[in-house]
């Protein structure tokens, strides 16, 4: 497997590179279970980003982000946005596009209204998913005053109103 070498907040990886199709591979940055560099990364997110007053994230891979930055910002909780309804969920908000759904549970959505929120995922590819936590926090009544993410990748999103560590290109064949 092709490897791609990037420091990331003075952290060094190695991402394995993936087969999009015969023209085009992205390196897969996954930061679960990288304690060292979900860290640094935090670290590095919160000397770049204002101190909001509550954090959201979709699961799964944004979570270990959003509780290393609320630690740091030394927050009591932030908030997970899920992929399905569960059970336990109540008075849902919930948002879908191409295939992709995010559910605010009721109580999340209420610690949500009023509030100036950093909206926070691992990486942003298309913006999508980032895309719709924004318009979920503005649905609970929110603000969203950040949106961030450790790396971008792509040239066809336009990444202005995403604060990022490192841009990951594309790898043309």
Same mark, same amino acid.
């Given at each position: 497997?092709?490897?791609?070498?990037?420091?990331?907040?003075?952290?060094?990886?190695?991402?394995?590179?993936?087969?999009?199709?015969? &023209?085009? &591979?992205?390196?897969?940055?996954?930061?679960?279970?990288?304690?060292?560099?979900? +860290?640094?990364?935090?670290?590095?997110?919160?000397?770049?980003?204002?101190?909001?007053?509550?954090?959201?994230?979709?699961?799964?891979?944004?979570?270990?982000? #959003?509780?290393?930055?609320?630690?740091?910002?030394?927050?009591?909780?932030?908030?997970? #946005? !899920?992929?399905?309804?569960?059970?336990?969920?109540?008075?849902?908000?919930?948002?879908?596009?191409?295939?992709?759904?995010?559910?605010?549970?009721?109580?999340?959505?209420?610690?949500?209204?009023?509030?100036?929120?950093?909206?926070?995922?691992?990486?942003?590819?298309?913006? &999508?998913?980032?895309?719709?936590?924004?318009?979920?926090? !503005?649905?609970?009544?929110? +603000?969203?005053?950040?949106? #961030?993410?450790?790396?971008?990748?792509?040239?066809?999103? &336009?990444?202005?109103?995403?604060?990022?560590?490192?841009?990951?290109?594309?790898?043309?064949?």
């Amino acid at each position: 497997m092709a490897l791609f070498t990037i420091e990331i907040a003075g952290v060094s990886r190695q991402l394995p590179v993936i087969s999009v199709n015969d &023209q085009l &591979q992205v390196a897969t940055l996954n930061i679960l279970g990288d304690r060292e560099l979900v +860290e640094a990364c935090a670290q590095a997110l919160v000397e770049k980003v204002a101190r909001p007053d509550i954090i959201v994230t979709a699961e799964t891979k944004g979570i270990p982000l #959003a509780a290393e930055l609320a630690r740091l910002y030394n927050m009591p909780r932030f908030v997970v #946005a !899920r992929k399905e309804n569960k059970p336990y969920m109540q008075t849902n908000l919930q948002r879908e596009a191409d295939g992709l759904t995010y559910v605010l549970d009721g109580k999340d959505a209420e610690l949500l209204k009023g509030k100036h929120v950093l909206v926070v995922d691992d990486f942003v590819g298309t913006g &999508q998913a980032i895309q719709l936590l924004d318009q979920l926090v !503005r649905d609970a009544g929110a +603000e969203t005053t950040t949106k #961030a993410s450790i790396a971008v990748q792509g040239s066809s999103v &336009q990444y202005d109103d995403i604060t990022y560590i490192v841009h990951i290109p594309l790898i043309r064949s």
